[in-house]
T-cell receptor, first 114, second 118 residues
């Protein structure tokens, strides 16, 4: 059974800092890995999707890496801003499940202080 | 880009009543939609997979008779919480993938429905 772990559970940084969020998964046989952002009381916004054949994806100040063999992914946020404050979730398809389903980590709650 | 719309965004109901939540794909046809539940401070847990024109597939531990799913068209899936109780209070989120973009394309999520049962 696929299990996804995110560390740290919460993170507070001053504005302008670069930061890294970590995600690990137990079954490396994944189609892809997706990072989401969730604001309080809201749904999920897809940030980045990395295919299993890729090592990283970039979008603006965000960079996500994937190391399938070690079962790890990182989300790097450069020059953090208060508007980046949210919960960040990583997700992968579950073992034996459809590639359309996702197993989520418990998330990292990020607070960027002005 | 692909958009998934969910309605209502929040609902308060009395214990014993039923509540229907709608999930629509606005600019693509979704033969499959997914329903998740999220308790406070916890991550999303898949409840069921909604299949257009056939029965939904429920995850282990999810009561089929309590959480009725109907996927009558390619753009609409509904989740009905029947005889709701306070412990059903949660955040329910639906998702879908645009099948025209391939099996490894991103999953799109609705904005969720906050259900409070009093």
């Amino acid at each position: 059974k696929q299990e996804v772990t995110q560390i740290p559970a919460a993170l507070s940084v001053p504005e302008g800092e670069n930061l890294v969020l970590n995600c690990s998964f137990t079954d490396s046989a994944i189609y892809n890995l997706q990072w989401f952002r969730q604001d309080p009381g809201k749904g999920l916004t897809s940030l980045l999707l990395i295919q299993s054949s890729q090592r990283e994806q970039t979008s603006g100040r965000l960079n996500a890496s994937l190391d399938k063999s070690s079962g790890r992914s990182t989300l790097y946020i450069a020059a953090s801003q208060p508007g980046d404050s949210a919960t960040y979730l990583c997700a992968v398809p579950p073992t034996g499940g459809s590639a359309r389903q996702l197993t989520f980590g418990s998330g990292t709650q990020l607070t960027v202080l002005p | 880009g692909a958009v998934v719309s969910q309605h209502p965004s929040w609902v308060i109901c009395k214990s014993g009543t039923s509540v229907k939540i709608e999930c629509r794909s606005l600019d693509f046809q979704a033969t499959t939609m997914f329903w998740y539940r999220q308790f406070p401070k916890q991550s999303l847990m898949l409840m069921a997979t909604s299949n257009e024109g056939s029965k939904a597939t429920y995850e282990q531990g999810v009561e089929k008779d309590k959480f009725l799913i109907n996927h009558a068209s390619l753009t609409l899936s509904t989740l009905t919480v029947t005889s709701a109780h306070p412990e059903d209070s949660s955040f329910y989120i639906c998702s879908a993938r645009d099948p025209s973009t391939g099996i490894s394309s991103p999953l799109h999520f609705g904005n969720g429905t906050r259900l409070t049962v009093t």
